[in-house]
């Protein structure tokens, strides 16, 4: 049964030092207020696992909180590197880290294993591809009923799923609306999970049957933070803060400049400037 908490006690009950943790969400609802709690909190040794990561895993990575990283691309989207993942990989800054790489259909489909209580996925992939020589966790499977080759990839099941969503009734459902990525799959394959949404509202009675809804009882917490996605976007809330993915090749590219915008703009900072900063977008 989901319950309300604030975003500071959310994080505190079911994200833990060593943990395995998606902080998902594809294009946009990307849950970076709930990131920048765990790096408030001083979450180390995690395990970070995301499709596509970008500027998110980029800040939790160059503070320190990631001992290794599984992953489908990384970048920052329309801009180029993740300088400080990069870092971490090439010189041990601020510490080493491990990286486990995949394309994004089996990031997918070790989701869709996870949340179905399967142990691998298989699926036609990674055929001609150079990946399963640097990954010992892409295999090749015989199908026993065509002889066809697979791919096969073991189930995805973090310990903790964290996604942002749109709206939350007051029963602990939650509406998940535009593009959807993999969330739905991280919070059903996930021990824990923790949910921030743009508003709570009495009911769904207005929306449409075949919308992505997530039952209560599939969320462990869920914390009002509003604009908790930015400066990735929120469908139907605001737009796309691309002025901010632009700055952020500059500040990330030298550790002193990093170490200061994160202080001045996450440490110091609280999940209430997320609200500030959608105003105007």
């Not at 202080?263 to 105007?280: H, M, Q, S, W, Y």
Request: glycine share 8%; with cysteine.
């Amino acid at each position: 049964m989901a319950k309300f908490q604030s975003l500071e006690a959310a994080i505190a009950d079911n994200l833990r030092d060593g943990d395995k943790v998606a902080f998902e969400g594809f294009t946009h609802l990307i849950p970076h207020a709930a990131a920048h709690e765990a790096i408030r909190q001083g979450r180390k040794d995690l395990t970070l696992i995301r499709m596509t990561p970008d500027i998110v895993y980029d800040q939790m990575i160059g503070m320190g909180c990631a001992k290794k990283l599984i992953f489908s691309f990384a970048g920052n989207p329309g801009v180029g590197l993740l300088r400080r993942l990069r870092d971490a990989v090439e010189n041990g800054w601020p510490n080493p880290i491990e990286i486990e790489e995949h394309s994004h259909a089996g990031m997918a489909n070790g989701y869709e294993a996870g949340a179905a209580g399967l142990p691998s996925a298989v699926f036609r992939g990674y055929v001609g591809a150079e990946l399963k020589r640097v990954n010992a966790n892409i295999k090749s499977v015989t199908c026993p009923f065509s002889g066809e080759e697979l791919a096969c990839v073991p189930a995805i099941n973090p310990d903790v799923g964290v996604i942002h969503a749109q709206k939350a009734d007051r029963q602990g459902n939650v509406l998940i609306e535009g593009i959807i990525g993999v969330q739905k799959e991280a919070v059903l394959a996930s021990k824990r999970s923790v949910v921030t949404v743009e508003e709570i509202v009495e009911d769904f009675s207005d929306v449409h049957p075949n919308a992505c809804i997530l039952p209560h009882w599939t969320t462990k917490s869920i914390a009002h933070v509003p604009g908790g996605a930015h400066p990735s976007y929120a469908h139907g809330y605001y737009p796309r803060d691309n002025a901010t993915y632009l700055a952020w090749d500059a500040i990330s590219a030298d550790r002193d400049t990093f170490r200061d915008w994160m202080t001045e703009n996450v440490l110091k900072a609280g999940p209430d400037v997320f609200a500030a900063r959608i105003k105007g977008l």
